[in-house]
């Protein structure tokens, strides 16, 4: 019997032989990251077991990037355990603001994610990194600490999903319709505690952007991990990685599934019949194809977060709104998710474009994605956004709404001032 990636790389870590869906396992983990909200906890139940040193003070990311620049004394004093326990252990990668990104963003970015790694990281979203072709999920404050300590971490092995995608993707669809759609299909649950592994000839098409906008919505799906095996592209983004930040482990290795891998199902979409689709309050899986919602009004739009807030994600948006005003009613709020993307978005004139449209850039933030702050929502506001959630005061009032989208229907929606398909502003 054959493996699948997820399988293969839980195997590798574990010293097994063999493993199969349902074991319980502990394994090495490559790498490990705590952020603002969730470090802070690990942090305690580390320093409660009088541990003199963390096990690789090189291989725990430390990112500070939901509440900051700190917005008020509680999210200040959370921002400050972290970087005193970087000071006191000498952890190599700590990112103060200045530095720092959207750390699911950032780690990629920084070589510190690769291919065949099994990385954790104690918030939901560290599933993004899967896109790399490496096992990365979120893990609890608690499980995170036991790995500070041991440098390991246990495991269920999951069942794994195969999702083919065939066919060439219409214009203004990306990753997240393609991951939209599949929600839809599935529903939040559809892949509960499985491996997502996303493959087709659409995908090995997809740029990196868009194939990390796909796995980290895996968890919107309740899945375990979405992953994606490496190509060209993978590689190519990767050593580009490594060469720029010289990051201290520069190795990496390659895994694919056996042709006779078992999986729980198999699901295949043609993509040429997706458009680009909204996720409408107040499930990532209300789905609706973006021409068939009229007349929803909006106040606000998100362009930014985890999921869309790349540099290929800002020059989609900034196309359609280089020339053009946004309606006078409508927040545009635009987050580059490292400072590197932002750098990169002023030097092609990006930034130019989103401010003369009526725009404001943040510095790179979670902010309103979690309600955390940078774009709060009052009661009975709606708001379009490149994030990755849509529940009920996610964003803000709980009788506020969010409507996930792209960033090419996102900047389409703040110039007309509702929400529409992107081809209705050109």
């Known amino acids: 019997m054959g493996y699948t990636i997820t399988e293969k790389i839980l195997m590798r870590h574990s010293g097994k032989k063999s493993i199969k869906p349902g074991d319980f396992i502990n394994a090495k983990v490559d790498f490990c990251l705590g952020n603002d909200i969730t470090a802070p ?24 990037d939901h509440f900051t620049p700190a917005k008020d004394m509680r999210s200040a004093n959370q921002a400050k355990v972290l970087k005193d326990f970087a000071e006191k252990y000498g952890i190599e990668n700590y990112f103060e ?62 069942e794994s999903i195969k999702f083919i995608y065939k066919g060439k993707c219409r214009k203004y669809v990306g990753g997240k ?26 995908i090995s098409k997809l740029s990196m952007d868009d194939r990390f906008a796909m796995c980290n919505m895996a968890i919107e799906a309740g899945a375990k991990n979405g992953v994606m095996a490496p190509d060209s592209e993978t590689i190519k983004y990767v050593k580009k990685a490594i060469k720029q930040n010289k990051p201290k482990r520069k190795g990496f290795k390659k ?70 005003k946004i309606k006078s009613w409508v927040r545009l709020i635009v987050i580059p998710a490292t400072q590197e993307i ?64 792209n960033p090419a229907v996102a900047a389409a929606s703040a110039i007309k001032g509702r929400i529409c398909h992107p081809e209705d502003v050109l």
């Open 41 to 64: 906890i690990a942090i305690k139940e580390f320093e409660a077991t009088g541990r003199k040193k963390p096990f690789d003070t090189s291989r725990i990311a430390l990112v500070p």
């Open 97 to 158: 603001v200045g530095r720092m990104g959207i750390e699911h963003v950032l780690l990629p970015q920084m070589g510190l994610a690769k291919p065949g790694d099994l990385v954790i990281g104690a918030d939901s979203h560290t599933c993004t990194y899967g896109a790399l072709g490496c096992f990365s999920c979120g893990v609890g404050s608690t499980d995170l600490a036991a790995a500070f300590i041991t440098g390991k971490c246990w495991f269920r092995v999951p």
């Open 177 to 202: 319709d393609l991951i939209l759609h599949t929600i839809g299909d599935i529903g939040v649950s559809g892949a509960l505690y499985k491996s997502m592994e996303f493959t087709g000839e659409a």
């Open 255 to 324: 895994y694919y599934s056996d042709k006779d891998a078992v999986y729980s199902k198999i699901i295949e979409y043609d993509v040429s019949k997706i458009e680009p689709q909204v996720a409408m309050p107040h499930i990532p899986s209300n789905i609706k194809p973006a021409h068939r919602i009229k007349d929803v009004v909006i106040n606000q739009v998100v362009i930014g977060s985890c999921t869309n807030g790349r540099i290929s994600d800002l020059r989609l948006a900034a196309k359609f709104l280089k020339g053009r």
């Open 342 to 405: 932002y750098l990169q978005a002023v030097k092609e004139g990006l930034a130019k474009s989103f401010v003369h449209a009526g725009g404001v850039f943040s510095t790179p933030s979670c902010g309103p994605c979690l309600g955390g702050h940078l774009g709060i929502l009052a009661e009975g506001e709606r708001a379009v956004a490149t994030t990755n959630r849509n529940f009920v005061g996610r964003m803000g009032h709980p009788k506020s709404e969010v409507y996930l989208a």
